[in-house]
């Protein structure tokens, strides 16, 4: 079974999760990219597909939604949301990426079941802290059994253990 891309969930998919977080002090780029992944991958684990269909990559600082820049790029033509790259440090380069919804999202594509599973994770892990949240994805089996700068296989959900399995 091949996993596709589906963009428009994917699209509403972000746009959802910055819409129901971006208040959090803490959220931003990383946090995001770790809701996605553990919205798609506990979808799958329930349901045996993605809600998405998005391919993530194991990276050092956790799973990468392959095609986020596009997506998101998309959105902010879209003028459905705003996205601010904040200096950390003064003359750094480090930074950090912080979201705003400017529409309220449309749920044409995404199911109310697809909803309760990325409201559910919402609840589960949007509190966490970029490095907590991190360190919480380094020890789901998916991204530990898969090789770094690769994809991650979605069938090693099968694979959890607590407090990663959904099942």
Not at 5 to 18: A, D, F, G, R, S
Not at 139 to 164: G, H, T
Request: charged residues 35%.
């Amino acid at each position: 079974m091949e996993i596709i891309l589906n963009k428009e969930k994917m699209k509403e998919m972000v746009h959802y999760i910055i819409t129901e977080c971006e208040n959090k002090k803490n959220f931003g780029k990383a946090v995001l990219f770790k809701l996605l992944y553990f919205a798609d991958f506990d979808y799958f684990e329930l349901n045996e597909k993605s809600i998405s269909g998005e391919t993530y990559q194991k990276f050092d600082y956790g799973p990468f939604p392959k095609h986020f820049d596009e997506v998101k790029e998309e959105l902010i033509n879209e003028n459905k949301i705003k996205e601010n790259k904040i200096n950390l440090f003064k003359n750094s380069e480090n930074f950090i990426y912080k979201y705003k919804s400017i529409k309220t999202p449309s749920f044409k594509y995404l199911s109310k079941d697809e909803i309760e599973r990325i409201n559910i994770t919402i609840f589960k892990l949007s509190n966490m802290k970029g490095g907590e949240i991190r360190d919480y994805s380094h020890e789901d089996m998916p991204w530990r059994a898969s090789k770094k700068n690769q994809d991650i296989n979605y069938k090693l959900v099968f694979y959890r253990d607590d407090p990663y399995s959904v099942r």
